[in-house]
């Protein structure tokens, strides 16, 4: 699986995403490349220099997320969870 985040170059941090995105520490993920380039067409469709303003120095961040499946009880996690930091 592959997920996406707008990283400002400058700052480090990513954008929110939405109509008025602003930029944070964690920002939003975007679960596909048709959601991220949907949120990038909001753009496209007002005036170029705000598009190009609002996303200056940034770029478009791609992570490789690996899935692993294994079910255990809450009780199981628990203890794992608890072995894990003693």
């Known amino acids: 699986m ?3 985040k707008i ?6 941090k990513y954008s929110t995403g939405g109509r008025w995105p602003k930029f944070t520490r964690c920002g939003k ?3 596909t490349k048709q ?7 909001l753009y496209s469709k007002e005036s170029l220099d705000y ?10 961040v791609t992570y490789l997320c690996e899935e692993f ?3 255990l ?14």
Do not use: A, F, M, P
């Open 29 to 31: 993920i975007w679960s």
């Open 73 to 86: 009880s809450v009780s199981d996690w628990s203890d794992e969870v608890t072995h894990e930091h003693s």
């Open 7 to 12: 990283r400002n170059r400058v700052t480090g």
């Open 2 to 4: 592959i997920l996406y």
């Open 69 to 71: 499946w294994r079910k």
């Open 51 to 60: 598009k190009l303003e609002i996303y200056k120095n940034c770029e478009i």
């Open 35 to 41: 959601n991220l380039n949907q949120h990038l067409d």
